[in-house]
C-alpha cells in the first residue's frame, strides 16, 4: 500500500504541475476548459476516490495514510475541491453510499435543516466550489442519528457570496430538494473532527508554499544593494516561519491510528489549534517579507494566505479547540495535568 | 523543508512502564521529604546525594556502553526518565550536565583513559561537570574565545578566563574551549580544541557571580597558566568547533527547555481547577496543545540522537519554540490573576510564580540566544 501511495504521489505532482499556474486559479468556472481538462486528469487517475472502499470502485488507502496527498494539492494550490471531494467520498463510502464520479464538495456548516420523505430544506452554509459541483454531502442529525446525506443536484437561492475568500464559497437557502441517498453515518466517524483533519493538512500544504514563496523572493529581491535575504531582521522572521511551520507539521504527524475513537480526539485538536495559529503568522510575516508586490492579485502569495484564513476558521478555530482540550482535561478531576499529558 | 521535519514516534509499553518506575522512585522521595520541588531545578537545584541516588537506579548515563558502566539503553529512555525528573523539580543540577552533554562528548572523542576513569564516575552520579565555552568577551560568538592553550615539554598550559559556567564550585571537570592556533583569514573555526580540565588543578581559581535572583549558580574559572597533561586534550587539536557543535545539539534539544517551570503550571492547575474550568479552559488548552507539540518534537529528536544523526538544526528548533513557550506559559498565568487576584494565590505558589517570572528572561540566554538560534534555523533555510 505504501508503494502504491508513493505512486499516487508522485502522479499527482506531474498532474499538477501540469496543468496549475496562477492564472487558472483566476478563473474557477464550469466554463474553462483548462479546469475541466484538470479534473478529467484528476479522475482519470482516480484521485477522487483515493480513500473510497474497492467494492465502490475506490484505491480503499485509508484516510488517514493519504493526507500526504492532501498536503501535495495544497502546496500546488489547485483550484478545485479535490480536497473535499477526498473527504466526502471516504465519509460516503464508509457510510455505505456509492460516491457519484465528478466532484463532490459538502456543507462546513448547516442551519433550519428540515427532512421529510427524503426531501431536505434548510440553509447549507459555506459550501466551497459550489459553483462546480453537482453534489454536495451533508452530515446532519435526523432521528437521532447523525446521518450522511447525498445531494446530486443542487439548486437553491445563493444568500451569501464570501469574496474576500481564493476559493470560491457560498451559503444557499434549498427548499424541497430530492436526497439521493440518506445512510446512518459509521459510528467512528465525526465530521467536526475529519473536516478540523482536512483543513489542518490543507493549510500545512500551503504554508510549505508561503515559506519557499518568501525565501525565494527574498532571496532575489534587492534593496540598499544586496538581497533582502541578507537583512537579519527579514532572516529571522523568516526563521520563525519554518519554526511554526515545523510544529504544525509534527502537530499532525501524531495523528496515525485508523481509528477515530476518542483517544485520538486530543491529537486532532492540537494539530487544528497548532497549524491555526501558525497559519496566522505565516499570513502576516510572508506579506510583511513581500512588500506590496504580496498584496497583488497577480503574484500568487495571495492565493495561498486567503485560502489559509478561510481554513483556519473552518471545523472550530484556535479558540475552540483550546477550550474543548481545555475542558476534557479539567473535567476529568482524578488525573493530574502530567500524568494527563503522558 | 523535508529536512526539518519532527517525525513522530510512539512511545512504546516499555518506555512507558520506565515512566511508571521512575515516578514510584520520585513520590518516595517525596514522601520521605527528600526534596522540595524546586522550578529551573536542572540548573539551580544541586543535590549530590540525590545524583547518586539516580546513579544506583541506573539512570544515569543511560545510553553509555557497559564497559564505561553504563547501561546501553536508548536516548528515548533516557528522554523519558529526564522528563519525569524535570516535569517533578527534582534536584537534578548536579549531575546534568555530565549526563547530558559532558559525558556523550567524552565517550565521542576522548582516549581510552579518558573514558575509563571519568564515564563509571558519571554513571555512578560521582562525577560532575561544567561548560566552559562562554567567556568575559565571548558570548554568543563563541569562535571568538580568546582562552588559550599552548604545547609544553610535558602536555599543555591552558590560560585564560571562562564564565557564566553553571555549577563550575560544584563540579569535578571542565570541558574547555581554547585556542591552539591562531584563526585563519578564512576560517576562524580553524585552530580551536576542546580539553578535559580537572577543576582541582593548581591555578584554577572559581569566584561565583550572583544571578539577579540572588542564587549561585554562575561561576568565572580562571586559568592561570594551568599545567595539563598530554591526556587532557579532548578528541583531535584543531577540530574543537566541529566537536562543540555536535555538543550543543545534546544540550538544545532536551525537554528542559520547555518543562524548566512545570511545577508551577502543575500547582497553578491543581489550585485552580474548578475556576478554570469555568473561566479558563481554554489557556489551559492552549498550554497543553503546545506542551505536546514541544514533547513530540523533543523526543523525535531524540531519536534522531539515536540514529546516529546530528540534529543540530532540528535542536535550535526545539529550543527556540520552547524558550517562547515558557515566556507565553508565565504570561498567560498572569493574565489569570484578573480572575483570581495574585495577592489571593497560596503563598507558595505565589513564590513559585514570582521565581518564575525572575527567571524567565535567562531562558533565551543559555544554551545559545534567540537570535543564534533564528540564525543557526536562516543559515539551513538557504538565507545565509
Not at chain 1, 434549498?174 to 440518506?182: G, K, P, R, S
Not at chain 1, 527574498?218 to 544586496?226: I, L, T, Y
Request: hydrophobic residues 40%.
Amino acid at each position: 500500500m505504501i508503494e502504491e501511495l508513493e505512486i499516487i504521489l508522485e502522479t499527482t505532482s506531474k498532474i499538477l504541475q501540469k496543468h496549475v499556474n496562477h492564472g487558472l486559479r483566476q478563473n474557477i468556472v464550469s466554463k474553462n476548459t483548462d479546469i475541466l481538462n484538470l479534473w478529467n486528469d484528476i479522475e482519470q487517475n482516480g484521485l477522487p476516490k483515493i480513500s473510497v472502499k474497492e467494492k465502490f470502485g475506490g484505491y480503499e488507502i485509508p484516510f488517514f495514510s493519504i493526507l500526504p496527498l492532501i498536503k501535495i494539492i495544497n502546496n500546488h494550490g489547485t483550484p478545485l475541491p479535490l480536497s473535499e471531494t477526498i473527504l466526502s467520498n471516504y465519509i460516503l463510502s464508509e457510510s455505505d453510499i456509492n460516491p457519484p464520479n465528478g466532484i463532490v464538495t459538502f456543507a462546513t456548516n448547516t442551519k433550519n435543516i428540515q427532512i421529510e420523505n427524503n426531501i431536505i430544506s434548510g440553509d447549507i452554509l459555506s459550501v466551497p466550489y459550489l459553483n462546480l459541483s453537482k453534489n454536495l454531502l451533508i452530515i446532519h442529525e435526523f432521528k437521532n442519528v447523525k446521518q450522511a446525506i447525498l445531494i446530486d443536484e443542487i439548486n437553491g437561492e445563493i444568500t451569501h457570496k464570501k469574496n474576500f475568500l481564493a476559493e470560491p464559497r457560498y451559503d444557499i437557502k434549498v427548499e424541497n430538494l430530492n436526497i439521493a441517498e440518506i445512510k446512518p453515518v459509521k459510528n467512528n466517524i465525526e465530521f467536526n473532527f475529519l473536516g478540523a483533519i482536512l483543513r489542518s493538512t490543507q493549510m500545512i500544504g500551503a504554508m510549505e508554499k508561503v515559506l519557499d514563496l518568501s525565501i525565494n523572493y527574498c532571496s532575489e529581491r534587492k534593496q540598499f544593494g544586496r538581497a533582502l535575504s541578507k537583512f537579519q531582521a527579514i532572516q529571522h522572521q523568516i526563521a520563525d516561519m519554518a519554526v511554526e511551520l515545523s510544529a504544525s507539521s509534527a502537530a499532525l504527524s501524531a495523528i496515525t491510528d485508523l481509528d477515530l475513537g476518542d483517544k485520538n480526539y486530543n491529537d486532532i485538536a492540537i494539530s487544528k489549534i497548532r497549524a491555526g495559529a501558525a497559519a496566522g503568522k505565516l499570513i502576516a510575516i510572508s506579506h510583511q517579507v513581500h512588500g506590496a508586490i504580496g498584496f497583488t492579485k497577480e503574484y500568487e502569495l495571495s492565493y495561498f494566505t486567503k485560502n489559509l484564513n478561510s481554513w483556519r476558521n473552518d471545523f472550530g478555530n484556535e479558540s475552540f479547540w483550546e477550550d474543548f482540550l481545555g475542558k476534557r482535561f479539567l473535567k476529568k478531576s482524578n488525573e493530574n495535568l502530567w500524568e494527563y499529558l503522558t | 523543508m523535508s529536512k526539518f521535519n519532527f517525525p513522530f514516534i510512539k512511545e512504546t509499553n516499555e518506555l512507558l512502564n520506565l515512566r511508571k518506575q521512575v515516578r514510584e522512585f520520585i513520590i518516595s522521595c517525596l514522601n520521605n521529604n527528600e526534596f522540595t520541588p524546586s522550578p529551573d531545578a536542572w540548573v539551580f537545584s544541586a543535590d549530590p546525594n540525590f545524583s547518586k541516588k539516580l546513579g544506583s537506579k541506573s539512570w544515569l548515563g543511560m545510553s553509555f556502553p557497559k564497559e564505561y558502566g553504563g547501561h546501553e539503553r536508548t536516548a528515548l529512555e533516557r528522554y523519558v526518565v529526564t522528563e519525569e525528573l524535570l516535569s517533578s523539580g527534582a534536584p537534578v543540577a548536579a549531575h546534568w550536565i555530565a549526563d547530558r552533554q559532558s559525558g556523550s562528548q567524552i565517550l565521542r572523542y576522548g582516549n581510552e583513559k579518558q573514558k575509563l576513569s571519568i564515564i563509571p564516575r558519571i554513571t555512578a552520579g560521582e562525577c560532575f561537570f561544567a561548560i566552559g565555552m562562554s567567556e568575559p568577551d565571548s558570548g554568543s560568538d563563541l569562535a571568538s574565545v580568546k582562552t588559550k592553550a599552548t604545547k609544553t615539554k610535558n602536555g599543555w598550559k591552558l590560560e585564560g578566563r571562562k564564565i557564566w559556567s553553571t555549577g563550575a564550585h560544584l563540579a569535578h571537570y571542565m570541558i574547555v574551549l581554547a585556542r591552539t592556533s591562531p584563526a585563519s583569514d578564512k576560517n576562524r573555526h580553524e585552530g580551536l580544541s576542546q580539553f578535559l580540565v580537572d577543576l582541582s588543578l593548581p591555578n584554577v581559581k572559581i569566584t561565583g557571580i550572583p544571578d539577579m535572583t540572588d542564587q549561585r549558580h554562575f561561576n568565572e574559572t580562571l586559568f592561570d597558566d594551568v599545567e595539563l597533561t598530554n591526556d587532557s586534550l579532548l578528541g583531535e587539536e584543531g577540530k574543537g568547533w566541529k566537536q562543540v557543535v555536535g555538543e550543543l545539539a545534546l544540550e538544545r534539544s532536551g525537554p528542559e527547555r520547555f518543562l524548566s517551570h512545570f511545577t508551577l503550571l502543575d500547582s497553578f492547575i491543581n489550585e485552580f481547577r474548578n475556576s478554570l474550568l469555568h473561566n479558563g479552559s481554554k489557556i489551559v488548552g492552549k498550554l497543553i496543545s503546545e506542551i505536546q507539540t514541544l514533547r513530540r518534537m523533543s523526543f523525535s529528536v531524540a531519536s534522531m540522537i539515536q540514529n546516529g544523526e546530528s540534529p543540530e538544526t532540528q535542536a535550535a528548533f526545539v529550543k527556540e519554540l520552547g524558550n517562547k513557550f515558557e515566556k507565553m506559559m508565565i504570561e498567560t498565568l498572569r493574565e489569570f490573576s484578573n480572575i483570581v487576584p495574585l495577592y489571593e494565590w497560596p503563598n507558595q505558589l505565589q513564590n513559585l510564580f514570582e521565581d518564575a517570572t525572575l527567571r524567565i528572561p535567562s531562558n533565551s540566554l543559555r544554551g545559545g540566544t534567540t537570535e543564534i538560534m533564528k540564525g543557526i534555523i536562516a543559515r539551513q533555510l538557504g538565507l545565509r
